[in-house]
């Protein structure tokens, strides 16, 4: 069947707009509002793809890439991801369903320890606080960083992880600001919620150490929680792939099926 694309705009204070996009093949199917994590923005992928068969499937582009304006911070990533929720979830008069990718899996946590803002919750690669993966990178360089007021950036962070993202002028130090003082997810979900958490990290072949405790925090919180041990944080390959062919290893390791019977329980 055929996926139809369209356009709409979200505007969450003045002078911002949020690009938002919906993809489906029977738009009266159930919503849900997918986000993918930083550097991410609106568009198809092959996840968006796969969902779109059995969803009518809402992405945005977060403050400052794609045709959204604004500057981004942690804070206003959860707000923005919010208010796409709850305007689907006006439109429909119900609760959408909502998948998000690591940053987005974060603030996706973060709005459903205030509200069960959505039917049930998926979480892909999800950080329980911004310094998880990358702690050293996150408590020690950028707050110093923070602190002089002066932040560089490695070429390849920006150039893979951040490719879609437009920061212009101090937008990098203010979101580096807002990523140390992020708090951790500490409060019990208020919606079904399912955690895959991905054995690697989001830098180089990293290995994350602590993912049976890391399962046991989401456990603790409410969440039903599986690990793909092998899978990067895209879940694109097994090392260092940045985004590119993100998602399609879920497939490969039955993780898409998972998500679907998760979803429909």
Same mark, same amino acid.
């Given at each position: %069947? ?17 690009? %938002? ?9 159930? *919503? ?8 991410? $923005? ?8 796969? !969902?779109? /068969? ?10 400052? =890439? ?18 796409? +929720? ?20 974060? &603030?996706?946590?973060?709005? !459903? ?30 707050? @110093? ?9 490695? &070429?390849?962070? *920006? ?6 993202? @437009? ?15 992020? =708090?951790?997810?500490? *409060? ?7 955690? +895959? ?5 989001? *830098?180089?072949? %990293?290995? +994350? ?5 890391? /399962?046991?925090?989401? #456990? &603790? ?6 690990? $793909? ?11 260092? =792939?940045? =985004?590119?062919? #993100? ?10 099926? /998972? ?7």
């Amino acid at each position: %069947m055929k996926t139809y694309q369209e356009r709409e705009t979200l505007i969450p204070e003045a002078g911002v707009s949020i690009e %938002m996009e919906r993809f489906y093949q029977i738009r009266e199917n159930h *919503v849900l509002v997918l986000a993918k994590g930083f550097g991410g $923005c609106s568009g198809r992928n092959y996840l968006v793809d796969e !969902l779109a /068969k059995d969803y009518n499937v809402v992405t945005f582009s977060p403050r400052n =890439s794609g045709n959204s304006n604004g500057h981004l911070t942690v804070d206003n990533f959860i707000s923005d991801f919010k208010q796409v +929720i709850d305007r689907v979830a006006q439109e429909r008069a119900t609760a959408p369903y909502a998948i998000g990718h690591s940053l987005a899996a974060y &603030s996706l946590a973060r709005i !459903l320890e205030e509200k069960p803002a959505v039917r049930k919750g998926v979480l892909l690669a999800p950080l329980i606080n911004m310094s998880e993966q990358n702690p050293s990178f996150v408590n020690h360089y950028l707050e @110093r960083c923070v602190k002089k007021g002066e932040l560089k950036v490695p &070429s390849v962070l *920006v150039s893979v992880i951040a490719k879609n993202q @437009r920061f212009e002028g101090d937008d990098l130090l203010a979101f580096a600001q807002s990523t140390c003082n992020a =708090s951790e997810v500490t *409060v019990s979900l208020q919606s079904p919620t399912y955690a +895959i958490l991905a054995g690697r990290g989001n *830098v180089s072949r %990293m290995r +994350i150490r602590n993912l049976d405790k890391l /399962k046991q925090k989401w #456990e &603790s919180l409410g969440a039903k929680v599986d690990i $793909c041990e092998k899978s990067n944080h895209w879940f694109s390959g097994y090392g260092f =792939s940045g =985004s590119e062919g #993100e998602f399609q290893i879920m497939e490969r390791e039955g993780l898409l099926s /998972k998500v679907k019977d998760f979803l429909i329980e």
